[in-house]
């Protein structure tokens, strides 16, 4: 099953590198580079939003502090997408890719001054390597002449990517789904489409050249974005994030090679190092992770028994001052009580809830892993173990989990 993954997480970074082609092939009928944005949001917002309604309906569920995050998430990738294809067209592939994968190290470093992070060797090391690699694939050393607008917006492309990066770890502490921020995100870009990106002249030009140009702007939405996800997405069954995030590097490399292969263009040495040295960096990064820490609990020998044989997911507990230290990303040691048997998890979502009622009721509560007959009789479960009063007082989270393997 690694074996699948692996190849899922390399084809999606092979396709998420394809955008060049379709911005290479729209951009002489007319299409710019925001219409194009938005014709790829408003496709993926309806393959989305299809999908979830036959087969993750609660997805359409969020709150209004989520709602918030998301339109912000939207907008942030409005302006990614516009600017990085203006920067390809203004530039050269490689150039406007390798500055958009400047975003990790943008997040890194914001990080570090305003989120009290240490900087570590490994990230200090990817900021040295990003930023050698920005300036040798610019081409700079291979007497390139330099588009300095290109240049400019492919800068700020990576700095849009990094706020959106910074939304989406704020979106994931609210244990928001991933789909629901998806789901979202595509709306409120196809809303900014409808309103800056003129439909109309884009209906036309389709009207006018219905066989390239309709399935050039369906494949800039479900080649470019929705199959990669989605492989993407079933690869973190079996990967973890950091490992999935290093193989992603394949997308600037791939980009390239499709510019020189398909297109013709010209990289010199300098900019293959450079690109090898972006890639590197942000390898360094995605495996150097953002200060993961591991958390030990204890359970009863029936439910640590269930979460080893998956039928327990959502680990449900007061939402105390040890419990708001648990991210996304962190790992779990349980410790059966009964045994002394260790179990490493890793945690994939929080989930907030006002009551435990609330969270049985909710659709996680079949995979809390409480076998009582009522979401009511699983809430007097709990009381076996917590007071109504601190429930009250501190509220409850479900901890979503991915068993990894017994320490």
């Not at 009063?389 to 320490?407: A, F, M, P, Q, Y």
Request: charged residues 15%; proline residues 3%; aromatic residues 8%.
């Amino acid at each position: 099953m690694k074996a699948k993954a692996l190849i899922f997480i390399i084809l999606a970074g092979i396709l998420w590198g394809t955008s060049c082609i379709f911005v290479h092939y729209l951009a002489p009928y007319g299409i710019d580079s925001v219409q194009m944005t938005g014709v790829r949001g408003f496709v993926s917002l309806t393959v989305m939003a299809g999908y979830l309604l036959i087969c993750k309906r609660h997805s359409f569920r969020t709150s209004l502090r989520s709602l918030i995050l998301f339109i912000g998430g939207g907008v942030a990738l409005f302006l990614t997408a516009t600017l990085y294809y203006m920067s390809m067209q203004m530039t050269s592939v490689a150039t406007a890719v390798v500055l958009l994968y400047m975003s990790p190290v943008i997040v890194c470093a914001v990080s570090v001054i305003f989120l009290g992070e240490r900087m570590s060797l490994g990230k200090g090391l990817a900021v040295a390597l990003m930023l050698a690699g920005g300036f040798l694939v610019s081409g700079i050393l291979d007497g390139v002449t330099l588009d300095g607008v290109g240049i400019a917006l492919g800068i700020l492309s990576a700095v849009t990517y990094a706020i959106y990066n910074i939304l989406t770890k704020l979106q994931m502490r609210e244990g928001d789904s991933p789909y629901t921020a998806t789901l979202y995100t595509f709306l409120t870009i196809s809303v900014i489409a409808l309103l800056v990106a003129r439909p109309a002249e884009i209906v036309s030009v389709a009207a006018s050249d219905p066989l390239p140009v309709i399935p050039l702007l369906i494949g800039i939405g479900v080649v470019t974005f929705i199959i990669p996800y989605f492989l993407y997405t079933e690869a973190l069954e079996e990967l973890s994030a950091g490992v999935a995030s290093t193989l992603s590097v394949l997308e600037p490399v791939s980009a390239s090679l499709f510019s020189v292969l398909i297109f013709g263009e010209k990289i010199g040495v300098g900019g293959i190092i450079g690109i090898l040295l972006v890639a590197v960096a942000v390898a360094l990064i995605s495996l150097g992770g953002e200060g993961k820490s591991k958390h030990t609990l204890k359970l009863r020998d029936e439910y640590f028994g269930r979460i080893q044989r998956s039928e327990k997911t959502i680990e449900v507990r007061l939402y105390d001052e040890k419990r708001q230290k648990i991210k996304a990303g962190d790992e779990l040691i349980f410790v059966n009580q009964d045994t002394g048997e260790r179990m490493l998890c890793e945690v994939i979502a929080l989930h907030k809830y006002k009551s435990f009622l609330e969270l049985f009721e909710s659709h996680l509560g079949p995979r809390c892993g409480i076998i009582r007959q009522t979401p009511a009789l699983m809430r007097d479960e709990m009381y076996t173990f917590y007071q109504p009063c601190d429930e009250e007082r501190l509220g409850v989270v479900g901890i979503e989990i991915r068993n990894r393997n017994s320490e």
